[in-house]
């Protein structure tokens, strides 16, 4: 089980929308659409954003959207807030009930 | 209101074991798909999967880590367990349980604890 590979920062103006990728193999990303973001502020827990790689959770805003790609999956944020600035892991599942986790991508808001 | 909140030692020494109690409330863990996971942060690092252990008792371990992992779940007290043998100063970090429930939100991490610091030193 190797990290998924993330891009450690991404900026982005209020209103802007960013992407975030997300690569993994065929073993995880690849071959499951069970790719799921988190966005985690300082001091704080993880807070679930998209899971089966598109679904959001109740209460999340439709600004979050999920989509995936062979190895990699994408978070994109749209009409970016300055509430927005945080930390964004995304992980999959990569069976015999493992998970694995990206190595986190932290999101300025300029 | 689902729960989770884990307990356990602020510090512990090199060489020994390190036992995390998670406890759930909120929720029953006798539903099917249902499981918990501890996840591991160290300080300004990513978050690292660590064990899994599913409502019918079933257990999974990081590949990395499993020999020196046991996770179990006492249903009567709402808590799942994790012990790690042989702490290191590098296994410094803040430890979380998360669940998952397939039916709910699939393969994902939906409720955390709010972590629980544990710092190895002598």
């Known amino acids: 089980q190797s990290a998924l590979t993330q891009p450690r920062s991404v900026s982005g103006s209020p209103g802007q929308s960013v992407t975030i990728s997300c690569t993994g193999t065929?073993?995880?990303?690849?071959?499951?659409?069970?790719v799921s973001w988190y966005q985690q502020h300082p001091g704080k827990a993880p807070k679930l954003l998209i899971y089966?790689?598109?679904k959001r959770p109740s209460g999340v805003p439709d600004r979050f959207s999920g989509s995936k790609s062979g190895n990699t999956a994408s978070l994109t944020v749209s009409g970016l807030q300055a509430e927005d600035e945080a930390d964004y892991y995304c992980?999959?599942?990569?069976?015999?009930?493992?998970?694995?986790f990206g190595g986190g991508t932290k999101l300025t808001v300029l | 209101q689902v729960t989770l909140k884990e307990s356990g030692p602020v510090v512990v020494k090199p060489t020994e074991t390190l036992t995390l109690t998670c406890t759930v409330s909120?929720?029953?863990?006798?539903?099917?798909?249902?499981?918990v996971s501890w996840i591991r942060q160290p300080p300004g690092r990513a978050l690292e999967w660590l064990a899994h252990?599913?409502?019918?008792?079933?257990?999974s371990y990081s590949t990395s880590l499993k020999s020196r992992l046991t996770i179990s779940k006492d249903t009567s007290k709402s808590h799942v367990v994790l012990t790690m043998s042989n702490m290191d100063p590098v296994d410094t970090a803040t430890y979380y349980c998360?669940?998952?429930?397939?039916?709910?939100?699939?393969?994902?991490?939906?409720?955390w604890g709010q972590g629980a610091l544990v710092t190895v030193s002598s």
């Open positions: 089966d790689v598109i």
């Open positions: 998360a669940r998952i429930w397939i039916p709910a939100t699939g393969y994902s991490f939906e409720y």
């Open positions: 252990i599913f409502s019918h008792d079933e257990k």
């Open positions: 065929s073993s995880d990303v690849g071959n499951y659409n069970y």
């Open positions: 909120g929720f029953s863990f006798n539903n099917a798909k249902m499981g």
């Open positions: 992980t999959s599942y990569a069976g015999d009930n493992k998970w694995v």
